[in-house]
């Protein structure tokens, strides 16, 4: 089973019938967790971290990850469509 689909799996068993939004819960983790294989060093033998709370009734989705190899950075594109952040 690859990584994505068992993290679906996981959702799945998790969330089970209680949540009436699981199908997107497992899409959302899907997103993140492939995002962070193919974005951070978790992909090169690295591990991601997954935490599911439930707050009053609302899912609180945190994905631990290897980090990536630049500083995270919030910027807006300059007048030439540039980002500042490299």
Known sequence: ???LAEVRWFIRKL??????HATRAQL???ELVG????HTSS????SVGVVV??????LRV???DGGGSATPCIS???EFGESPCR
């Open 1 to 3: 089973m690859g990584h």
């Open 15 to 20: 969330l089970g019938e209680r949540y009436g």
């Open 28 to 30: 959302l983790f899907s």
């Open 35 to 38: 995002n962070s294989i193919r």
């Open 43 to 46: 992909g090169k033998d690295g």
């Open 53 to 58: 709370l439930d707050v009053g009734g609302t």
């Open 62 to 64: 945190e994905l631990i």
């Open 76 to 78: 807006s594109k300059d």
